[in-house]
């Protein structure tokens, strides 16, 4: 076996957080993150796809997960998404916010707005965006490698 024990949590998870996190900073998490579909008046399936994913490891109840739904037509205000949040649960926010930005090819000045509102709420650095696109566009591209790869097989 290629892999020791203790390289399969550190090496095969994503090394995430947020279901540690206290049950109301997981909300604040979720509504954040429906308003980030919202952003730009236009919910793409890509989008879609990156928020289902992440509102699953934010490990809500049924009734929960039903109401952030609701978000998804009816976004609360901003303030309100940004009061729950503690510093982790914040990061972990504007990450994955990023992430939904970026999900189809384009962070447009709405969404960049947004983006930086939460930057100056949680108090971090100017660039911490610019970073965390970058980072981002290196995972589309570790992705799009394992498809390519898939194809390759195929052949």
Not at 107 to 115: A, P, T
Request: net charge negative; glycine share 6%.
């Amino acid at each position: 076996m290629w892999l020791k024990s203790d390289d399969v949590y550190a090496g095969l998870m994503l090394p995430d957080t947020l279901h540690m996190l206290p049950q109301v900073e997981r909300f604040a998490y979720a509504k954040l993150l429906a308003f980030m579909t919202r952003v730009d008046n236009e919910l793409t399936v890509e989008e879609m796809s990156t928020f289902e994913q992440r509102l699953g490891t934010a490990l809500l109840s049924p009734g929960q997960r039903k109401e952030i739904r609701t978000y998804l037509k009816n976004p609360p205000p901003l303030a309100e998404c940004l009061a729950e949040l503690g510093q982790e649960s914040g990061r972990l926010a504007l990450r994955d916010s990023v992430m939904m930005a970026a999900a189809d090819g384009n962070v447009d000045d709405d969404e960049r707005d947004v983006l930086e509102e939460i930057v100056e709420h949680l108090g971090l650095a100017d660039d911490s965006i610019d970073r965390l696109l970058e980072w981002t566009k290196k995972g589309y591209r570790w992705m799009q490698s394992g498809v390519d790869l898939l194809n390759e097989l195929a052949e």
